[in-house]
């Protein structure tokens, strides 16, 4: 149970106020939700770990000091044992004007004590304060990055498929919701999926199928769902209805469809009005279905929405508790920026959120992101360049998410215009972002991922992200951009060339000065070895 949470709020809220930041500011300074981050400053709920309290204290300005007696309060707040007396500054120390009186030894055993205390506790020692500018990239693993990470949901009922390189398909407001699906008991209308999946064929796209909207004859008393179908939120009244309509559905495009989404934004009472307990048995009734007739196909879990949120991580355990991922071979999540002109890396902490919910319930599933909440795409548009940049970064941030088993994610969307990015609108040529993404394809073609990693834990300015990559001609691609503003870094030994997502290209040579921003850039080194 947590400790008092009052003495670590009010330390928190008197950071931010010091630093002149507002909630917004904070938030993408540190890759957090200014909501959760109110809700921090208020007491309402505790960081989930000291990284997160290191993040928001260091984007305003804290210093070693504070850092410490951060960790001292965090560990109360979250019911941990206190430290031992001596890692705390004495409280004349931080009341008095005159220059600080720890020497470096006395700083250094400081934190020497703290990385002792938060190791013997079992506590992961990358949640040091930062400024001990740890080396070595926050994770290095080789793996092969396969191009159905760049997903899109294609939200249109036309058949026709993008005109840029795309490495998969989802279909969700496509027409092709359950009640449209099976308008009747007894009748179905494979019309449009037909279409669709035809279309996704020629492509040579794998496609995943979204279940939600039950018929009305279904489910008659049920909540309406946000659709002009007359469809419902709630699960059938007789869940063999369910199984039946999957198991015909799933024997029809055999082979065709590749995954099946268990249901959209499970957690929301718009679309899905019944229990946690009943999503779980709906799961395991699909699960069966889709494995008698089709077992090489993908059963995705249904997906968890509002994940910023603690009651949408609660739903998320709770699901789990139930052994709800046992019947499908992965997890859902709608993962995404909180607001669109929030920055994508915000989606780097929120994934370490939900792999912690997950790790508490004792499961560790593989993950794909499948799509945006309802308020997402009613943000504002973002204007073109910013767009471009963001619609790259997604998935830059869906490929140092691998580290959590992250294995594809769905931007949304495809085939509709008027949200905050629009990559390409049916009947229109592809968007600059569009453009963009199809370029970082082009660069990680046929490659493996090596390593990801932020600012000092890599040395570089504290701003700027990274990748890298091996590509099949052993050349080594490193791409760099930053979360905001501009930093001046060292290209990496054996720099030959840079490249931008425009299409062009220039020489430079090792040791040069590379200018980092936003727009994400690409560095071809000489083959190694």
Same mark, same amino acid.
């Given at each position: 149970m947590a400790g008092d949470r009052g003495e670590l709020a009010c330390r928190l809220a008197a950071l931010k106020q010091r630093s002149g930041l507002s909630y917004s500011e904070l938030g993408r300074k540190s890759h957090i939700s200014s909501s959760t981050l109110h809700r921090y400053c208020s007491g309402t709920t505790v960081p989930p770990d000291y990284r997160t309290v290191v993040g928001i204290a260091t984007a305003c300005s804290a210093d070693d000091e504070e850092l410490v007696e951060l960790l001292a309060q965090w560990r109360v707040a979250a019911g941990q044992a206190a430290l031992p007396e001596i890692v705390r500054p004495a409280p004349e120390s931080r009341r008095s004007p005159r220059p600080r009186t720890f020497s470096v030894m006395s700083t250094g055993l400081v934190l020497v004590l703290v990385l002792v205390s938060l190791t013997a506790s079992g506590a992961d020692v990358a949640t040091i304060p930062v400024r001990q500018q740890v080396a070595g990239p926050s994770w290095q693993r080789e793996r092969p990055l396969t191009p159905s990470l760049f997903g899109v949901t294609a939200s249109s009922s036309s058949g026709v498929m993008p005109s840029f390189r795309v490495g998969s398909l989802r279909f969700w407001d496509s027409g092709t919701r359950w009640a449209r699906l099976q308008p009747r008991r007894d009748a179905y209308d494979w019309t449009v999926l037909d279409r669709l999946v035809a279309g996704a064929r020629k492509a040579d796209l794998p496609a995943t199928l979204v279940f939600g909207g039950t018929p009305a004859w279904a489910a008659p008393a049920g909540p309406k769902a946000p659709y002009g179908d007359d469809s419902r939120s709630a699960p059938p009244d007789d869940l063999a209805v369910w199984e039946r309509f999957v198991s015909t559905l799933a024997a029809r495009y055999q082979g065709r469809? !590749?995954?099946?989404? #268990?249901? #959209? @934004?499970?957690?929301?009472?718009? =679309? &899905?009005?019944?229990?946690?307990?009943?999503?779980?048995? *709906?799961? $395991?009734l699909a699960g069966r279905a889709i494995r008698a007739v089709d077992p090489r196909a993908v059963v995705v879990c249904?997906?968890?929405?509002?994940?910023?949120?603690?009651?949408?991580? /609660?739903?998320?355990?709770? &699901?789990?508790?139930?052994r709800g991922y046992d019947h499908c071979d992965v997890a859902g999540l709608n993962l995404h920026q909180q607001h669109a002109a929030d920055p994508p890396e915000t *989606?780097?902490?929120? +994934?370490?959120?939900? !792999?912690?919910? +997950?790790?508490?319930?004792? #499961? @560790?599933? $593989?993950?794909?992101n499948t799509g945006v909440t309802y308020e997402y795409v009613r943000d504002d548009r973002l !204007?073109?360049? $910013?767009? /471009? !940049? =963001?619609?790259? $970064? &997604? =998935?830059?941030?869906?490929i140092h998410g691998s580290h959590f088993s992250l294995e594809r994610t =769905? &931007?949304?969307?495809?085939?509709?215009?008027?949200?905050?990015?629009?990559?390409?609108a049916v009947g229109s040529p592809p968007t600059k972002a569009a453009l963009a993404v199809e370029e970082l394809q082009r660069w990680l073609t046929r490659t493996n991922t090596q390593s990801c990693g932020q600012g000092l834990a890599i040395g570089l300015p504290a701003n700027v992200w990274q990748c890298q990559f091996t590509a099949d001609d052993n050349r080594l691609l490193t791409i760099r951009w930053t979360h905001e503003g501009t930093a001046m870094t060292s290209l990496p030994p054996h720099a030959e060339e840079v490249r931008g997502l425009d299409g062009t290209s220039r020489p430079v040579r090792a040791g040069d000065t590379l200018a980092v921003s936003g727009t994400p850039v690409l560095v071809v080194q000489q083959p190694r070895g």
């Open positions: 469809i !590749d995954a099946y989404e #268990v249901w #959209v @934004h499970a957690n929301d009472q718009r =679309y &899905f009005s019944g229990s946690t307990e009943t999503l779980v048995e *709906m799961t $395991r249904p997906s968890i929405a509002r994940l910023w949120t603690d009651e949408g991580r /609660a739903v998320l355990r709770r &699901f789990a508790e139930l *989606m780097i902490g929120l +994934l370490r959120q939900i !792999d912690g919910a +997950l790790h508490d319930a004792g #499961v @560790h599933p $593989r993950l794909w !204007d073109e360049q $910013r767009a /471009a !940049d =963001y619609a790259v $970064r &997604f =998935y830059l941030a869906a =769905y &931007f949304y969307n495809w085939g509709g215009g008027g949200l905050p990015i629009t990559l390409q």
